[in-house]
């Protein structure tokens, strides 16, 4: 029977039917005017109750992806920073509110579940998938189960520090791979950058606008040889190429899935983090191992989820 997948993001609420083969038969979206956990549930319902009558079908069970830290599969959101939520019951409220069994989990995990069964991970049972956007993560398939964690955060990528001491990351840790390669700490690098004033490259690019300034800003700043950007960029794809490429060293995983914003619009980052793995993995893991990139889009936390409901 199809399931309901619902994709939690700080702004909107999108809901879809799914089938067992992991096609989207229907969907729908409601934005979060609210953040109220009570206001929030309500639009999740809204938005699945949509998705559920486009459909026209019913549905056996619920999965959510939600940006946050949840234990194990305790349905509870303990820390949720978009939403500004500590210790919320997400879970059990959407069971009671939609009359569904609910199971709740990380918005990266969903995304690598939906690539790992219906996307760029299909036919593999161990499949490592690193998400690059405003911040580092990863997902850990080992034997076809998902790799959660005693605290359910393993596979954090983003916080394994890359220089002990050094730049102060979102987390609020110091010298986390995120505070160097997420997209969020890139902007604010090139931000940076501009406002020195030793950039004339970046400013022709943005015309002096910091707000116009996005990764792919920094990465064409790069490429017209401004030195500043050139180090940043540099800097941001080493660090995110040995990064991932450890990362195969210890897990052989037979594939590697790239995704995110970052990687997806920024060729330059991803050739160095594809250089980085045929490179410096181990040749043992090296063997076999397939680099794809991620084939659902925006879609994989919302197919993801349902898959796992
Ligand atoms: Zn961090």
Redesign the pocket.
């Given at each position: 029977m199809p399931t309901l997948g619902i994709d939690l993001g700080g702004t909107n609420a999108r809901a879809a039917v799914v089938d067992e083969r992991g096609q989207i038969l229907a969907a729908a979206k409601m934005a979060l005017t609210e953040r109220s956990p009570a206001a929030v549930v309500e639009s999740i319902a809204q938005a699945a109750a949509e998705a559920v009558a486009l459909a026209g079908v019913k549905v056996a069970g619920c999965g959510v992806g939600a940006a946050g830290q949840i234990p194990g599969d305790s349905g509870v959101l303990a820390v949720a920073p978009n939403l500004g939520w500590r210790n919320v019951p997400l879970g059990g409220l959407l069971r009671e509110r939609l009359g569904l069994p609910v199971r709740l989990v990380n918005d990266l995990a969903a995304a690598a579940w939906g690539e790992f069964n219906a996307g760029a991970g299909r036919g593999a049972q161990d499949v490592y998938v690193s998400f690059v956007g405003s911040g580092v993560g990863s997902c850990i398939i080992a034997n076809g189960q998902l790799v959660r964690g005693a605290g359910g955060v393993a596979g954090e990528l983003?916080?394994t520090k890359v220089i002990p001491g050094g730049r102060r990351?979102?987390?609020g840790?110091l010298g986390?791979l995120?505070?160097y390669s997420g997209g969020h700490n890139l902007i604010a690098l090139t931000q940076e950058l501009l406002a020195s004033g030793r950039s004339s490259v970046l400013n022709e690019l943005t015309a002096g606008v910091a707000e116009r300034i996005t990764p792919l800003t920094l990465e064409r700043a790069a490429e017209a040889g401004d030195p500043g950007a050139v180090e940043i960029h540099a800097r941001a794809g080493k660090m995110l190429g040995t990064a991932i490429a450890n990362m195969v060293t210890v897990l052989n995983p037979a594939r590697l899935i790239l995704g995110g914003g970052v990687l997806m619009n920024c060729p330059g980052l991803r050739r160095y983090v594809v250089e980085a793995v045929q490179s410096q993995t181990s040749n043992t893991a090296r063997e076999g191992l397939l680099i794809a990139e991620a084939e659902l889009g925006d879609d994989s936390g919302l197919i993801g989820a349902a898959l796992l409901g």
């Open positions: 983003g916080h990351c979102g987390c840790e986390c995120e505070a």
